[in-house]
């Protein structure tokens, strides 16, 4: 039986539950994976015969569970996917799948057929209902003995009881055998702040952008600096254009945009380098030699064959070589009439070149446009997609082989060095959405002089952007840099682990260590499982929908069965 609440229900009350209470599972965090974690526990429960009754409790501030913050189903549609349609399906199991477990493709053929395209990349808000959806059907799967329910609740603390977990919201509290924490993000942050006092000429955070970037707060003719060069700053850079009124048109290879009137004059992006996200590609539009599959899948093999060593730097070092060597290979492919030693000269001086430079305006402009042209076919691959897409190509790989003390804490902190420059190269915005960026800065809304080593002034009655070269004041601020992983809420339930001693977290460079099960150190607590974006450093890719990357959170299914099995309670 499932049920979902709004407010908390009056049977939690601040008491230690009874010898015939059932096992008591609290999930922390109704977003995807939070559904995840639902949908693996319906089919790992489903598998088990007991008559042990069994209790889940999901809390979750946001009213459409399943689709989290990210996904709100009341956010514009303007806010698109980076994640293609044909790889999104909230369903963990091809072998026991019903015929109503539709993937988004599926859904989308049903519900919006106009968007049913799997290289598409749909809004936010439309996978948000799917999701939402996904996660109704999972509620009615369970057991008969299993009651769910959903707290539209924000949980304020989370200490340890015994060996139970005491789960607190701002009315009440309650006792778990089971913990699981899928907090994302934790709300919407950025990292750090922009100023030390308040002033309404600073948004902090860009999101929900109906509230954080509306007319009230940044005036249409307004000129808006946006800290942030990622896909933060798109979205900023949407909301403030398209989300005024503003519409584009197309052709095959040129994108403008006419202006409404209520954008802002000018919107200067700043950030320390000025290195852009690449655009990513869509792969039917590009005429590739059939022979580059063979080549990813070959090197996916040589990355699981990358051997392990007690010298960080030796084992980075290999990894590195490794995909330099694919890389070479699928650009040779391409280039078949360059010899390998010039094709892996060009591959290394091209990257040592990015890495190292801080991009100008016309720099940045003509490689967003060089990513775009190429990931729709208008122009023959080069190394930045050939950089970009081996990298997705040989991901799940890389993710397998550095996860869970595949590297040590040391090697962590020289690849982040690798990662940080191959995902703006893989894991840019979709070129439709490039195309939306270079229209605007053909208009002159958006402005490039100020996108490396420029700094903002505050004072008393301005607002400077300065470079070397150029100085402008400006209206209105916004903060489009996401805190880091290691960024933790301090009013969130990690930091209340953290700060009763009930996980250890010695590193901050890198992210919270988890097991393959999600147990965070000491590891002694096997009742306790975090999952998510708070790992990322040493588990690679949390900042996906995909279900097939990580197998974390079906292991952690599966044992948690087991335990209710058992009767192994706490409580």
């Excluded at 549609?77 to 399906?89: E, Q, S, T, V």
């Excluded at 977990?165 to 913990?179: G, I, P, Q, Y």
């Excluded at 990622?230 to 989300?243: H, K, R, S």
């Excluded at 959405?433 to 420029?454: C, Q, T």
């Amino acid at each position: 039986m499932t049920q979902i609440h709004t407010q908390l229900s009056d049977r939690m009350e601040n008491l230690r539950p009874s010898k015939e209470s059932p096992y008591r599972i609290a999930i922390i965090g109704g977003g995807p994976r939070g559904l995840y974690c639902l949908e693996s526990l319906s089919r790992a429960l489903s598998h088990h015969s007991t008559d042990c009754p069994v209790a889940v409790d999901v809390f979750d501030p946001c009213s459409h569970p399943g689709a989290g913050n990210v996904y709100a189903l009341d956010q514009p549609d303007y806010l698109r996917m980076n994640f293609p349609n044909g790889r999104i399906d909230a369903w963990g199991s091809e072998n026991s799948r019903q015929i109503d477990q539709m993937s988004l493709l599926d859904w989308l053929q049903e519900h919006f057929p106009h968007l049913s395209n799997p290289e598409g990349y749909s809004p936010r808000p439309v996978v948000g209902r799917y999701l939402h959806e996904c996660f109704r059907q999972v509620l009615e799967q369970f057991p008969s003995d299993v009651a769910v329910q959903v707290h539209q609740a924000r949980v304020t603390e989370v200490i340890e009881s015994g060996p139970a977990w005491k789960v607190s919201t701002t009315e009440t509290s309650m006792l778990a055998d089971n913990l699981v924490l899928t907090t994302g993000h934790e709300g919407w942050r950025s990292t750090g702040t922009l100023s030390n006092q308040h002033d309404a000429r600073i948004i902090e955070h860009v999101f929900p952008v109906g509230r954080q970037l509306s007319q009230a707060r940044i005036p249409a003719q307004s000129t808006v600096a946006i800290r942030g060069f990622g896909l933060t700053w798109i979205d900023a850079t949407l909301a403030l254009t398209e989300g005024r009124g503003g519409t584009f048109s197309e052709t095959a290879d040129h994108w403008t945009y006419q202006r409404s009137g209520d954008e802002p004059t000018k919107i200067f992006p700043y950030s320390r380098t000025g290195r852009p996200l690449l655009a990513k590609s869509v792969e039917p539009q590009m005429k590739l030699p059939s022979c580059l599959s063979d080549i990813w899948e070959s090197g996916r093999l040589a990355i699981a064959a990358v051997p392990q060593s007690d010298d960080p730097s030796r084992q980075v070092e290999e990894l590195w070589q490794t995909i330099t060597n694919v890389s070479a290979q699928a650009l040779q492919a391409i280039r078949t009439t360059s010899s390998s030693a010039s094709v892996r000269s060009d591959l290394s001086d091209w990257f040592t070149w990015w890495k190292s430079s801080k991009f100008s305006a016309a720099q940045a402009y003509d490689v967003m446009k060089r990513s775009r042209d190429v990931g729709i076919g208008l122009s023959q691959p080069n190394e930045a997609w050939i950089w970009g897409e081996t990298w997705r190509r040989i991901y799940p790989a890389l993710v397998a082989r550095v996860s869970h003390g595949g590297l040590c804490v040391a090697g962590w902190k020289l690849f982040r060095e690798v990662t940080i420059e191959m995902e703006r190269l893989a894991f840019g915005p979709p070129p439709e959405n490039m195309s939306r960026m270079l229209a605007l800065i053909d208009s002159g809304i958006v402005d490039l002089r100020f996108v490396s080593e420029a700094e903002l002034t505050q004072g008393l009655h301005e607002l400077d952007l300065c470079s070397d070269h150029h100085r402008k004041e400006v209206n209105v601020v916004v903060n489009a840099v996401i805190p880091a992983p290691c960024e933790i809420s301090p009013r969130g339930p990690i930091s209340s682990l953290l700060d009763g001693n009930a996980i250890a977290w010695d590193n901050r460079e890198i992210g919270l260590p988890v097991d393959e099960h999600g147990c965070p150190p000491p590891y002694q607590r096997k009742n306790l499982a975090i999952f998510g974006r708070v790992t990322e450093g040493t588990v690679l890719g949390n900042d996906t929908l995909s279900r097939k990357l990580h197998p974390q959170i079906e292991n952690w299914a599966q044992k948690t069965a087991q335990r209710v099995l058992n009767r192994e309670y706490t409580l």
